[in-house]
């Protein structure tokens, strides 16, 4: 019995260190990104129209790059960063039916920044730190 107890404690101590060694490890940050409700769009039958639980794209910060991944096909998106403390837009544009997206951010200075993707379905805002 005390053999079993010192393995499941060895084990339980183990799998921690592991799961800390990825945590600090993994060079890119999830930019967390808020979804702002858009009016509820009604069909013609004058029924809801049914929506995916998947949030429609994901940003991530990897070194001074924040790349954003869309998970379903958009037909016009537009791409706003914003220095927080200055209030400058420093990168802004739309693009056309996006699937993967990189943006250089190492010409610019050290700060909070915001994020806004834009389309006609949604509305996605968060905020990251360079």
Do not use: W
């Not at 945590?23 to 940050?29: A, G, I």
């Not at 967390?32 to 409700?37: D, G, I, S, W």
């Not at 029924?47 to 869309?70: E, G, K, M």
């Amino acid at each position: 019995m005390k053999k079993l107890l010192s393995i499941l404690i060895a084990t339980f101590f183990l799998s921690n260190i592991v799961t800390y060694a990825q945590k600090e490890n993994n060079p890119f940050t999830e930019i967390a990104l808020t979804q702002a409700k858009r009016k509820d769009p009604i069909s013609k039958e004058n029924t809801p129209i049914s929506r995916s639980i998947i949030q429609t794209a994901n940003a991530y910060l990897y070194n001074n790059t924040v790349c954003i991944d869309f998970n379903e096909t958009l037909p016009t998106v537009t791409i706003t960063l914003i220095n927080e403390s200055t209030g400058e837009t420093v990168y802004s544009e739309t693009c056309d039916a996006p699937t993967n997206i990189s943006i250089n951010l190492d010409e610019e200075s050290c700060g909070n920044y915001s994020i806004q993707i834009e389309s006609d379905e949604a509305f996605l805002y968060g905020s990251f730190t360079l």
